[in-house]
């Protein structure tokens, strides 16, 4: 089924503990019209939620797509969108701290690599590797996580996620509360 659509559109982003975030995205096998209305969306939906980064799994969709954007608001818009992103080198290491769109209003620090190298495809179906640093480096790591089923909240201490759990159920009971 072909589904012509003149805009793209904003999707539902999923929140922990939804089943989706916890599988193993799988492979896209052709860059089609269906992953290019997929990225155009997820882009969308990232810019107004508004995030430096989404995974495929985030907007309920089990494929290995990612769209990131980690330039300084100053700066113009710097759109990635990554197909089958794969780490191929890792060096140096630092903690940063991060949130997610998926686990909305909690921040942690997380262990990563410094600067990863990773290979993926574009829209166009072109290879690409880039080597990056800083937020980009973070960003790409939080992203290709998603579609291996892992939160950055599982990279926590086995204390601090069992505080995250807690804070996590008390802030779904406030939610509740105001509805």
């Not at 589904?3 to 492979?27: F, S």
């Not at 769109?101 to 262990?111: I, K, M």
Request: negative net charge; hydrophobic residues 40%.
């Amino acid at each position: 089924m072909h589904v012509e659509r003149d805009a793209m559109a904003i999707r539902r982003i999923y929140h922990y503990p939804e089943p989706v975030l916890k599988q193993v995205a799988a492979p896209v096998a052709a860059i089609d019209d269906e992953i290019r209305l997929l990225a155009a969306d997820m882009a969308e939906t990232m810019y107004a939620a508004p995030g430096v980064g989404l995974a495929a799994p985030q907007v309920g969709v089990s494929k290995r797509v990612i769209v990131m954007d980690c330039a300084p608001k100053d700066q113009p818009p710097q759109l990635v969108v990554a197909v089958n992103p794969e780490i191929v080198a890792r060096e140096g290491g630092s903690v940063e701290e991060e949130g997610c769109l998926s686990v909305p209003g909690y921040y942690a620090s997380v262990a990563r690599s410094e600067q990863v190298t990773v290979r993926y495809l574009d829209l166009e179906g072109r290879e690409r590797t880039v080597t990056t640093d800083g937020l980009w480096a973070v960003c790409f790591q939080h992203e290709i996580d998603h579609l291996d089923g892992i939160l950055f909240v599982d990279h926590l201490s086995p204390l601090k996620r069992a505080l995250f759990r807690k804070k996590w159920k008390k802030l779904q009971e406030q939610q509740e509360e105001q509805l």
